[in-house]
C-alpha cells in the first residue's frame, strides 16, 4: 500500500497547492485504496493488486474530470517538471555536503588562527631577546603557511562537491519518500545544530576571559600578557568553526527539502519545506543559510576587539536591511 501513496504523491507532485487538488488527491487516494483492498480480498498478491491499482487509477488526465481538477492539468504535468533526485543520490549528497563544511570549516579556523603565530612567538621573544629578529621572521612565516594551508583547505573543499554542480543547472525533484527522509534526518539533526551553535556562540563570548585574567595577575607586560590576545583568536577560531560547520551542515538539509516548488504539492510535503524562504539562486541559499551565525560572529568578533560597543551594535539594524533586501528580491 505504500507503493500506491507514493506513486500517487508523484503524480500530484507538480500541481497548485490548492485545496481543490488536496481534495481531489484524497478522493483519488480512497478510490485506490478501496480497490486494493478489493483485489487482495479476490486473492490477488500483493505485486499483482499494486499493478492493477496503477494501471487503473495511474493517469491524471483521464481522471481529471472526474475530480475537478481538468483546469490544473497540462499535458503531462502528473510527471515531474523536472528529474527525480534518487534517495541513494540524497544520501550521498549529505555525506559530501558534511565534509565540505568541516573543511570549509576547518580552512576559515586556520585563517583565524593565522595570527596566533606571530603572537606567540612574539611573547616567546620576550624571554630571549637575542633571537628576537630570528623569532619575529618565523611567526610571520608561520603566518602566511597557515593562512596558505586554511585556503587550501576552503579551495579543494569547494572542487570537491563540485559534481553537485547540476542540481543548480538543472530542474530537479524529490518524491514523498525521499523528501520524508530528508525531513526526519534534519529534524534529527537540529539538537546537534542548537548544541554546536550554543557553545560556539559562548566561546566567541568568552574569548576576551584570558585578556581579563592574565591582565589581572600579569598587571604589565610578559610572556602570559602578551598570550593572552593569542588565546583569545584561538577560542574565537574554535567557535567560529562550530557555527560555520553546524549552520552549513543544516543549509544541505534545507537546499534539498526546496528542490520541489513551494507552491506545488511537492513542496508542501514536510514542514521543512515552508519554515525558511525558497531562494531562486542555490548560490544565495547557501550564503543565507548562514548569514545571521555570521553576523553574531563578526559582531562578537569587532566588539571585543575594539569594545566599541556603543557603535558596533549597529551591524544589526544594517543586518536586518540587508536580510530584508534579499529576502524580498531574491525569492520565488
Known sequence: ????????????????????????????????????????????????????VISEFGNLDELAEDLGIA??????SQMPAGKTLPLEEVKRYLTDYAKHAYLTALGVMLCILSVCGPIFICAAAELSPRNADMLDSLGGASLFVIVAIGVGL?????????????????R?????????YIHRAMESYKSTYAMLLTIGIMLCILSILPSIIFDAIWESSGFWSECSGGLLFILVAIGVFLIVMASMKLGSYTRLLHLNEQGTVGGNY??????????????????????????????????????????TWIIWPIASIIHALVKNTMTK
Not at 71 to 76: G, L
Not at 158 to 170: D, F, H
Not at 174 to 179: I, L
Open 71 to 76: 483546469s490544473f492539468i497540462q499535458p503531462n
Open 1 to 52: 500500500m505504500e507503493t500506491i501513496k507514493n506513486y500517487l504523491e508523484s503524480m500530484f507532485l507538480n500541481l497548485p497547492n490548492t485545496p481543490e487538488v488536496y481534495k481531489a488527491k484524497n478522493e483519488l487516494l480512497q478510490m485506490m485504496e478501496d480497490k486494493y483492498t478489493e483485489l487482495k480480498g479476490s486473492g490477488k498478491s500483493e505485486n499483482e493488486a499494486i499493478g492493477i
Open 172 to 180: 530537479y525533484v524529490t518524491d514523498f519518500a525521499t523528501t520524508e
Open 154 to 170: 576552503l579551495v579543494y573543499s569547494s572542487i570537491s562537491v563540485g559534481r553537485w554542480k547540476y542540481l543548480k543547472t538543472e
Open 270 to 311: 514536510v514542514p521543512g519545506q515552508q519554515s525558511e524562504p525558497q531562494y531562486i539562486d542555490p548560490t544565495t541559499a547557501s550564503i543565507m543559510s548562514v548569514f545571521w551565525p555570521t553576523v553574531t560572529c563578526l559582531y562578537l568578533i569587532w566588539s571585543f576587539l575594539t569594545f566599541d560597543w556603543h557603535i
